[in-house]
Every structure is written in C-alpha cells, then in structure tokens.
C-alpha cells in the first residue's frame, strides 16, 4: 500500500527553527515534494529532493533519506507568514502525486 | 511568474446535475493532472493527462468523471451527474517535466459544492 506520515500540528515562536518530518512507504519512489498551503488556497511548491541529502532554498530546506523512507522540511527564522499548512507528497513509480494529511503549522508571536 | 487559471472559484449545483470545472494550464507545460481535496481531508490525485490522452487515473475518477482538451489552451473536468460527495476542492496542475525547479504548479482550486 501507499502510506505517508506527518504530524498533525505543531506549533512554533517567530525567528525560531522548526523541523516537519515525514516518513513514506510507497510502492516505488520517483521523488518526494514539499508544499505549503495557506487555507483555502492552492499547495504552492516548496522543494523537490530525489536524491539523498540536503537541499537548501534560503529559509528553507528539506532532506531526504532514500533507505529510511525519509524526509524532513526544516523551516529558519520563522515568520507569522509561515502558518500553514506543509504537505509531503511522493511521486511513486508513476508521475502523480501521492499526499500525506499535511502539517499544520502554527507561528506565534 | 506563469500561473495555472481555474473558473469559476466556487460553483454550486445540485445533486444529479452536470459541471464542468475549468483549467487554462502553463502554456508551455505538457503533463496535466486534476486533483481533490474534501474539507479537512488531504489531497487525492483524479487523473493525469499527456499528449491528448488519459495517461493514470485513481479508483475516485469513476465513468461519471471526464476530461478533456478541447483546444490548446483549456483542460476540463466534467462530472456527469454530481453527488453529494463529490463536494471538494477541486485542484488542476501542470508541470513541463522539469521538477527539480517548479515542481507541480497548482492552480487556486474550485471549490464544488452540491446540494
């Protein structure tokens, strides 16, 4: 079957860091996605990792682990901005998508 | 920067009625997918669209759902006699292929309720 988790909620203060984790199983992988999504809007794309390690995009970076079913979406300096919803999603063997239930991430002051 | 249209934005209709939901993809893009999110629920993939042809499509996208090209801008979804349950976000995409920057670029959704 295909299975992605990801915490429910968290919570966070301004110009903290804050790491969402991931783990997958999938019936094959062609590349895990990161998107944000504010409510009611469209998934905007954050990151895109199809090999081990660490990509860094300014305040934001994701890692993967491949052999582990892993990944992460790391989150610096937080901003209010930044409260929403971070969905992980994996690409199987086929070129859809597959979505976990999203994190929803709330910033405070 | 390029930006995937959908219309209308909400649209409501009633049971056993016909919609037709609406997606002008990137222009330059190839690969075109419609996706659907019920409130509070994660986001499911319906079907994916390359070359004028169906190319996957989910357990959900059952004989009542279409898509369709009709010229080479447009990209719909026809849901021929709507259910209650069919009410949702309904989410169009697109990518050229090239994931590594863009990723999959959603459009802002239709949100379908029927009544």
């Known amino acids: 079957g295909q299975n992605i988790d990801q915490p429910t909620e968290m919570t966070a203060t301004e110009g903290a860091i804050v790491q969402i984790n991931c783990t997958y199983q999938?019936?094959?992988?062609?590349?895990l996605f990161w998107y944000q999504q504010h409510a009611g809007e469209a998934p905007t794309f954050l990151s895109y990792?199809?090999?081990?390690g660490l990509e860094e995009k300014g305040r934001f970076s994701s890692f993967l682990s491949r052999s582990k079913g892993y990944s992460y979406l790391l989150l610096k300096e937080l901003q209010m901005k930044d409260s929403a919803s971070y969905l992980c999603?994996?690409?199987?063997?086929?070129?859809?998508?597959?979505f976990g239930t999203g994190t929803r991430l709330q910033v405070f002051p | 920067e390029p930006e995937v249209t959908q219309t209308p934005s909400h649209q409501v209709t009633q049971m056993g009625q016909e919609v037709i939901l609406r997606c002008v993809p990137i222009?330059?893009?190839?690969?075109f997918y419609w996706y659907r999110q019920i409130l509070g629920q994660k986001v499911e993939f319906l079907v994916s669209?390359?070359?004028?042809?169906?190319?996957?499509k989910s357990e959900i996208f059952d004989d009542q759902f279409s898509v369709e090209r009709p010229d080479g801008s447009n990209f719909t979804l026809k849901i021929r006699s709507t259910k209650l349950e069919d009410s949702a976000m309904y989410f169009c995409?697109?990518?050229?292929?090239?994931?590594?920057?863009?990723?999959?670029?959603f459009g802002s959704g239709t949100r379908l309720t029927v009544v």
């Open positions: 995409a697109s990518t050229r292929g090239d994931r590594v920057n863009y990723g999959y670029t």
């Open positions: 669209f390359y070359n004028n042809e169906i190319s996957e």
């Open positions: 999603a994996v690409s199987s063997n086929t070129d859809k998508l597959i």
């Open positions: 222009s330059n893009h190839l690969y």
């Open positions: 990792n199809v090999l081990d």
């Open positions: 999938t019936s094959g992988f062609n590349g």
